[in-house]
């Protein structure tokens, strides 16, 4: 398939070429899995997240305002679905039946193989939504292009090293690491 934009791309998806289709796909499912891999979802979880938004997305060709903004609108639609699933989590109480306790409350094994630095999750915390969202597509997903991130964040691409290095530097501040 010749390169398309993705205004293109969504008119021809939207009247049923399933080229254009897979074409989207290949160019955002990287992206798109990001965000709830970012997020630390089960791995069933994460497929379902995705395919929502894929789902979103289908029912949505048309409506689809900016074309060149598609990334940071999967984006979006995907940490939508991904914060509707972790609601959803936070209030399913999984017991044991035949448990003869009530559950630990103590680190779970992945933060505890973590080591698990509460303190840089607070730090992190005070950052804006941009810096966490640029420093979490960084740690979780460093396979996407500096465009994919720029695109997925809302920023230029020209922008993304220098805001990066910013929030990375506003971090170590918070921190209290002196370089």
Same mark, same amino acid.
């Given at each position: 398939m010749r390169e398309c934009d993705n205004t293109e791309l969504l008119v021809r998806? @939207?009247? @049923?070429? &399933? *080229?254009? #289709?897979?074409?989207? +796909? !290949?160019?955002? %499912?990287?992206? %798109? #899995?990001? +965000? $709830?891999?970012?997020?630390?979802? *089960? $791995? =069933?979880?994460?497929?379902? %997240? /995705?395919?929502?938004?894929?789902? &979103?997305?289908? =029912?949505?060709?048309?409506?689809?305002?900016? $074309?060149? !903004?598609? @990334? *940071? #609108?999967? +984006?979006?639609?995907?940490?939508? =679905?991904?914060?509707? +699933?972790l609601r959803l989590r936070g209030r399913e109480a999984p017991l044991d039946p035949w448990a003869a306790s009530a559950p630990d409350s103590g680190p779970t094994p992945e933060e505890v193989a973590l080591g698990r630095d509460d303190g840089l999750w607070r730090a992190y915390?005070?950052?804006?939504? !941009? /810096?966490?969202?640029?420093?979490?597509?960084?740690?979780?997903? $460093?396979e996407l292009s500096f465009t994919q991130v720029a695109e997925a964040v809302g920023i230029p691409v020209n922008s993304l090293g220098a805001t990066r290095g910013r929030c990375l530097e506003l971090l170590r501040r918070r921190l209290g690491v002196v370089r």
């Amino acid at each position: 398939m010749r390169e398309c934009d993705n205004t293109e791309l969504l008119v021809r998806a @939207g009247r @049923g070429d &399933a *080229a254009a #289709w897979h074409e989207i +796909v !290949r160019r955002y %499912v990287r992206l %798109v #899995w990001a +965000v $709830p891999r970012s997020h630390r979802l *089960a $791995p =069933e979880d994460a497929a379902d %997240v /995705c395919q929502a938004t894929w789902l &979103a997305l289908a =029912e949505n060709l048309s409506r689809i305002r900016r $074309p060149e !903004r598609l @990334g *940071a #609108w999967l +984006v979006t639609t995907t940490r939508r =679905e991904t914060l509707a +699933v972790l609601r959803l989590r936070g209030r399913e109480a999984p017991l044991d039946p035949w448990a003869a306790s009530a559950p630990d409350s103590g680190p779970t094994p992945e933060e505890v193989a973590l080591g698990r630095d509460d303190g840089l999750w607070r730090a992190y915390a005070t950052l804006t939504d !941009r /810096c966490r969202e640029i420093l979490r597509l960084a740690a979780f997903a $460093p396979e996407l292009s500096f465009t994919q991130v720029a695109e997925a964040v809302g920023i230029p691409v020209n922008s993304l090293g220098a805001t990066r290095g910013r929030c990375l530097e506003l971090l170590r501040r918070r921190l209290g690491v002196v370089r």
